[in-house]
């Protein structure tokens, strides 16, 4: 059972760079096309910040698009966000995600890790 | 930009009622581009409906989705203790390729 650990920084400081990784357990990052990344804002709603695929197909949320850079890396079995120019509207709880084969729609999540923009 | 809004806000209900929740489309989604998902605190997001009527593995057949155009709905037949939850309809549109969410509907105990 494939299982995702998001992991990285509690705190950053606005104006600079949040970076998390997503660690893929129990399978290859290889056995699903995509990968993708979410955030909830405290008491408002999902969204999503964009994916990437096995053959480094990458979208983006044009919201973030400017800010925002996800990759992965095959040998290490993660993907990986990376934020810049953070201010406090990021602060955030972030999940990564796999899309479901044949789904549009994700099948499974990590536990999420909170992410406070803040001096 | 498909925006999702759901109704109602807040459903409260006893265990054992049905609970019907309601997302309405700005424009029409393709059937195959509809989900829902359960969301409790501290917990991962769960998938439950998949092609506006396809259950997740796993998810038990009190879940069901329907729906079409821009009118979509998730019945949970018997409400079990542990339904009491947020439910997020969620939509994928191609171009360009972006996921969106509903803002949530909460069931509560009534």
């Known amino acids: 059972q494939v299982q995702l650990q998001e992991s990285g920084p509690g705190l950053v400081k606005p104006s600079g760079t949040l970076s998390l990784t997503c660690a893929v357990s129990?399978?290859?990052?290889?056995?699903?096309?995509?990968w993708s990344w979410f955030r909830q804002p405290p008491g408002k709603g999902l969204e999503w910040i964009g994916e990437?695929?096995?053959?480094?197909?990458?979208n983006y949320n044009p919201s973030l698009k400017s800010r925002v850079t996800i990759s992965l890396d095959k040998s290490k079995n993660h993907f990986s966000l990376e934020l810049r120019s953070v201010t406090a509207a990021d602060t955030a709880l972030y999940y990564c995600?796999?899309?479901?084969?044949?789904?549009?729609?994700?099948?499974?999540w990590g536990q999420g890790t909170m992410v406070t923009v803040s001096s | 930009e498909i925006v999702l809004t759901q109704s109602p806000g807040t459903l409260s209900l006893s265990p054992g009622e049905r609970a019907t929740l309601s997302c309405r489309a700005s424009q029409s989604v393709s059937i195959s581009y509809l989900a829902w998902y359960q969301y409790k605190p501290g917990q991962a997001p769960r998938l439950l409906i998949y092609g506006a009527s396809s259950r997740a593995p796993g998810i038990p057949d009190r879940f069901s989705g329907s729906g079409s155009g821009a009118d979509f709905t998730l019945t949970i037949s018997r409400l079990e203790p542990e339904d009491f939850a947020v439910y997020y309809c969620q939509q994928y549109g191609r171009s360009p390729p972006l996921f969106t969410f509903g803002p949530g509907t909460k069931v509560d105990i009534k």
């Open positions: 995600a796999r899309e479901g084969t044949q789904m549009t729609a994700f099948d499974i």
């Open positions: 129990g399978g290859s990052i290889s056995s699903s096309e995509w």
């Open positions: 990437i695929s096995q053959s480094g197909r990458i």
